[in-house]
Each structure stands twice: as C-alpha cells, then as structure tokens.
C-alpha cells in the first residue's frame, strides 16, 4: 500500500464540523493524544495508526452516523489546493477525472479512483478504491472522499449536475434520504463497488469554465508535487506504484531495478531493510487486484487469474484460498 498522506487542512474541517456539533475539538484530540496545536501546523500530517482512532472517537462522541457525509459537505473545491484549481480550468469531466486518477495522491492516498468504460458505451464508472484497511470507518471515509469529489464535478459542470448514480458496498443507512440530498442524485447502497455512475455524453460536454493554459500550468505543479512526494516515500511503495502502472503485464526485478535506476540486488538488499521484497509487494498487489475483479464481477475467475499472470488458474485459487481463507468461486465481498 502507499505511504499514507491526509494533509491536516482536512482534519481541521473534521474538527470545525464537530465544533457545529457541540463537540469540543480539543476533547476530540486529546482523546487521542494529538496535541490541538499540530492542527496549525501546516506541514503536520497523521499516520494511518493515528487517522483510525481520530475518526472513530469523532464518531463516538458526535453520536452521528452521517459524519462523513457531513465532513465531505464541507469540502468545497477550494480545500483541495493545487488539484482543486486545475479542476476548475478542465476542458470537459472526463479530462477532470484523468487529472483525479493520475494526481489525488498529491491530497490524499486515503483512495484512489479508476474510471471504467469503453467507446460507444451510453453509462462509464468512476470506481473509488480504499487504499487502506479501514475497518468499521470505511464507510464513513469514503462517504467523506466521495461527496468532496462530487462537489468538484458539480461545481464545473452545467447545472450542478454530474454523476447519474452514486454506488456504495454497505447496506443502506438510516441516513440513506440524506445521502441522496446531499449527493442530488439516486444512491444504491449493497452493490458490489462504490463510485459514480456518469451518462457518457456528459463526460465529454466541454465546460465553460476552461482554461487550456491555466490547466496545463496547474497539472504541471501537480506532476511536481507528486514526484516531491515520490521522492520522500518508501520504496516500497514506489516499487507497488510501479507495479500497478503496469498491469497488463507486471515488472520483473529487474525492469523495476532499471526504472528506479538500481541494480536489482541494491533493490533487493534496500526492499529487505523495509521489511519486504518484491515478491511480497507483487503478491500483495495481486491479492488486492483479485479483490476488486470479483467483486467487479465482469471477469470469469480463469480470465482474472491470467489478467494477474498465473499461468494455471490452479495456482491462482490456491493463493487466493491462502489470502481468503476461500477460493475464488466461494468469495463474497462484504
């Protein structure tokens, strides 16, 4: 998985939108052992350790279920820095949402988004993918990741209206006739992915409030903020980023030794002082990947075992069944 990033702009509307709730902000973090003046501090960042708790205990104690919608609420595109105005100059949606794929690192590495759709389809998905094992609060994050990236899109589009169709994997909250207000479009919630639903056409509408240049300028500051990033990861998140890039046929060692300009013993030797190799990073990226095919659903379990380079599908149900604790067949995601 990633290095974690939440830039503390983003616990700093957590802790405003508790404040509107009653909820002393202060109490909130000393209950977790975060000092009040880290939210002024602008270079402060949570490890992902810390990040579960926080949200739990703000969970806790505004006694709201809808948190997360609340907080995304309150994510207008102006929280999102640098990403946030490239957004705003975009050609069309679906160049806004290439710029999301390539660049919501720069914000956050909480999810990542990966749009699905071919030519001469009238319908494409735009799949949210939590990076982290986030347990009981994943709903919750990801309602929050969700409705700011909604806000973007609504906010560059004509008539404040993008997606069609919002999906969620949990069963449907009590809060579901919020969900659909605030996200003003129909919510589907027990599906097998979470993400936006967009008719094709709107994707490629051009948006009125583009700027080629600006854009390009704002893209380029990202592709700088996100190399600054790569720099300072580990590196064995850089070797699972490349490794992903590459899917349709994943690196070797050696190819990912040469593109980090390494022998393939120096990377071997530097992956071991982290505590991993590639072997372990390429299994890992595997194990994830065959989760988000079946749980997709488009793909026999013989189509994703070659998709993820088994030669034997054999093979394939044995590692999933090692991950699971199930075979591929039996597999139903929660």
Known sequence: MPDFRLPVQYLRQVAEQLRVMGVAPGEWLADCGVAPALLDDPEYQPGIELFGPLMQQALRLSGEPALGLLIGERLGVGTHGVLGFAALQGGSLRQVIQLLERYLAVRTTLARVQLDGEPGQAREHLRFVAEYPLGEIEQTVMEAVMLAVKNIFDAITPAGRSASR???????????????????????????????????????????????????????????????????????ARVRRLILERQNAFPSLVTIARLLYMTPRTLHRRLLAEGTSYKQILKEVRHVLAIEHLRAGRLTVEEIAQVLGYSDVANFRRAFKQWEGVAPSAFVAP
Do not use: N
Not at 176 to 193: H, I, K, N, R, T
């Open 166 to 236: 919002i999906s969620f994997p949990a069963p449907q909250p009590i809060y579901a006739a919020l969900a659909e207000q605030l996200f003003g479009c129909p919510v589907d919630y027990a599906q097998s992915w979470a993400g936006f639903t967009f008719d094709t056409a709107m994707l490629d509408t051009p948006l009125r409030m583009a700027d080629p240049s600006a854009f390009r300028e704002a893209e380029l500051i990202c592709q700088r903020e996100l190399k600054k990033l790569g720099e300072k990861s580990s590196l064995g």
